[in-house]
């Protein structure tokens, strides 16, 4: 008889199952919350016998040699099959875009729910409405006035590099300058403030660098008269890059944009993960000079995740957690945000990383994979820190707000917009 009450609450565990790994009423209310994404790669909708969009990203990564895929990034996952379905149901991607001719990139967006994507592009468009995408064009190009035949030394840098100077080319072609400035100061004037003025008069809130992908995140504090010898000719290049970024980043404070960084693994295999350590950026973040410049460190800096959280105390250093999910689970992404939200809540942004990488995952689908996983990640952590006793419900709530939308209202300056 002793042991019946022990019995009764077995079997109440085995009718009941453990607690689930989000507290339902946390799952409502992110579920309800229309987002803010502060990262991704929307495709432009072109009309049949348009030339299809290309500048959704600067060195886009379909072009690199075969690499071996992680799983949630294959087309064939289950999670992009679920999302497939999501979206379009029994019919096809064809249909959807026959069904919204004039706004299927916002009808995208609803079925993410996201109200406001930031579009990492080289250039806007039709088909992306300025009322639900805001643009964040490339600079990495700006650093690299000397050519970059010298700096290629992998098949993916091969690929990408070139792009870089077609891109630098577009910039001084839109910037009115038909040759290389003689001097530093005049390539500085006229090409590199010129395309950041256009690109803020465009719309732009941020510039973006895919550095991690062809360089060292370490940039280095040349004096001017080390980036005039490299200008001309006679000194070190990297020395000339890093005064250039650190010329970008002042004029970034200057003009009210951020500056985003992929930091993070990479795609490609031959992506050099130690470059795009986290830690590498303390110099710039403890730079008093650059202190109106804010930093975004996009893709929450997987691997090394934990080496953010002390970067958060910078004032000017924030931390999305796009791409995160395609690399790691939601219980283990759930940790890293955890330990973000018990530190500097405020500097932590909701976003996807929505991209086209195949016919199957295109950034619709990875877009709606990222978006469910990123809400189950926050749910997760929320839940966890509920459970521990370190919020209450209340707090639960209001900081799944703040890193679904609020945090990035603030960090851009949006006022209403979206509410
Ligand atoms: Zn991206």
Redesign the pocket.
Known sequence: MRHLPALALAASLIACGPPPAVDPEIARAIAGMKAFDN???PVRPTAAGEKPDDEF?ALPVDSLEAQSDPVLQRGTSPVVVAAHRQLYGASTKADARKAHPDDYAAWALDQMGIETMVA?RVAMGPGLPASRFLWVPFADALMYPLGTAQLVHNPDQRSFFPLEDKLLARYYRESGVTQRPATLGEYLTKVVSATLERHKKGGAVAEKYEMAYLRSLAVGNPSRAEAERAWAGGGDYTALQDYIFRYIALECGRLGMGVHL?VAHGGGGYFNTSWANPLLLEPLLNDPTLRKTTFVM?HGGWPWTREITPLLTKPNAYVDY??QLSFDTPHNVAEALRGWLAYVPEKVLFAT?A?PFSAELGWEEAGVVAANASREALGRALTAMLRDGEITRERAVELATMVMRENARKLYGLGDRGR
């Open positions: 990262h991704a790669h990203d990492n992929h996009i796009s791409e990383d991209y």
